[in-house]
């Protein structure tokens, strides 16, 4: 892959491994990286607060972020050991209040309008955030609504919305650990995978991890689960 080096990879294994069976394929994955932290997982990506008790139940050992939507009231019963992707101050003030210590990846609207902190609203979202002392900004994320190539004008714009909200971080000095916008369709489409690998140091594979691609054919990729009747 021409993906740049220094982009790291994090596994989504949401929606039961997309049918492939979530502890199957990430005890798959954990046997096929070494303790090396060069070569280890920079996370695994879930939907849900289940499927991250799934994995932890099963001895998992590679850090979870938890990317979908949580009742934040699920959040007062224990400590719990994973990531959490949010877009609203209330969660974030639970998390802050209930699970001292625990990273959050900010998600940010740049154009897929589906969730997420609207850019006009992201400096005083930041503002209220970096009173809550007790949890770390460990990304800055967002999702794709296109990546049909580099000429698309919804991929120019939400690549420009997200430099914006990367200065925002910068200007506010929020400087996280990871930033990531990609997954399968940016990254296997190779007019876009040089953009996303200027903009960001991880990528999420979803579809791609299961040798699948909704929008881009690409030869090298073979699908991991045959079914025969």
């Not at 939400?158 to 910068?170: D, G, N, P, V, Y």
Request: glycine fraction near 6%; aromatic fraction near 8%.
């Amino acid at each position: 892959s021409s993906l740049d080096r220094r982009v790291r990879i994090a596994p989504v294994v949401k929606s039961n491994g997309y049918g492939h069976g979530i502890i199957n394929v990430t005890k798959i994955l954990e046997s096929l990286y070494t303790s090396d932290v060069s070569s280890k997982l920079p996370f695994l990506c879930v939907d849900s607060l289940f499927e991250a008790y799934q994995l932890q139940k099963a001895n998992i050992k590679n850090e979870i972020l938890i990317i979908g939507y949580t009742n934040p009231e699920n959040f007062k019963i224990r400590k719990l050991p994973f990531s959490f992707v949010i877009f609203d101050l209330e969660t974030a003030k639970i998390l802050n209040e209930f699970q001292p210590g625990c990273k959050i990846h900010i998600f940010v609207d740049t154009g897929m309008h589906r969730e997420g902190v609207a850019i006009e609203d992201l400096p005083e979202f930041l503002n209220q955030a970096r009173k809550l002392a007790n949890i770390k900004i460990e990304g800055l994320m967002s999702h794709l609504a296109s990546s049909a190539g580099r000429q698309d004008p919804l991929f120019l714009t939400q690549i420009k919305q997200f430099k914006k909200a990367k200065e925002i971080l910068k200007k506010n000095k929020i400087n996280p650990k990871w930033f990531h916008i990609g997954a399968t369709g940016s990254i296997i489409n190779p007019e876009t995978r040089p953009i996303i690998a200027k903009v960001s140091n991880l990528v999420r594979a979803g579809l791609a991890l299961y040798g699948f691609s909704s929008s881009t054919f690409d030869k090298n990729l073979k699908p991991s689960l045959k079914l025969t009747t």
